[in-house]
DNA sequence: CCAGGTGTTTGACATACGTCAAGGAGGTGC
DNA sequence: GCACCTCCTTGACGTATGTCAAACACCTGG
């Protein structure tokens, strides 16, 4: 994965569905699909979930809760975080992560065939 | 990945979001990263983007379109048919291939933290 | 400054994944 | 039946991924 990440073009005017609406190139793709292996883990996803459902959570809260250790926590913070889907910031003695909905929302909308 | 997949729950009575809704729990999260991890794969994606566009394909002609051995694509294809997102029927020499579009749209309503 | 709590980085390991070549299974046409 | 096409399966290979323990960095409170 030697590709930059943009950060998703949540601003884009597309409304949607470039996947569905016509063949993909291989940018695109690999676009996509960094984004979506971001998120194709069930640690990740829950961790997205707790994060949508608290607006913000610190790590040292969010490793029991999903039953790992603080590095692994961690480590998929920062895929998430490489992403564009989170971003955490330092105060006092902890970090606290919050979850970026307009980055999740362009992914699906990418992503949805059912639109437009 | 030790666990069934039930071709997902297109009919399912929920309208959208159980990630963002609340913390999901951990078989909900595996269910769900299964599908996303189907699709998270520049060439999965690009072989669900023809199929949606072309209706139904054969193998023949997605190989060559993807730049991939026939083997990979099959592959590929395969894991995009464990997760529910095409079938194949074989007609004549050929076997052609259609993507579920019902199947995608119900992974973004997942997903979608918009939705609702 | 030093002790202790919180997060990240590094190194190591097992497992999973993407790819291809080779061989097999299913179908067509002579 | 036999040659041939299309597709899938198997085996092998290198790479990427998820996990943890250990070590390091950052902050707070005596």
New binding site residues.
């Given amino acids: ?2 590709k930059a990440l943009p950060v998703i073009d949540a601003t884009a005017p597309v409304c949607c569905a470039p996947v569905a609406a016509a063949p993909m190139g291989e940018d695109a793709a690999i676009e996509v699909a ?1 984004r979506l ?1 971001a998120l ?5 996803l829950r961790l997205m979930s707790m994060l949508l459902a608290a607006d913000e959570v ?6 029991p809760a ?14 998430l ?1 490489k992403a564009g889907f989170v971003s ?1 910031e ?8 919050r979850a970026h909905r307009e980055a999740l929302g362009a992914v699906v909308r990418v992503l949805d065939p059912d639109c437009c």
């Fill in positions: 994965m030697p960094v292996k194709a883990d069930p640690v990740r610190c790590t040292c809260d969010l490793a999903v039953g790992l250790t603080e590095a692994t926590v961690s480590h998929h913070l920062g895929q975080r955490g330092r105060r006092g003695m902890n970090v606290f992560y």
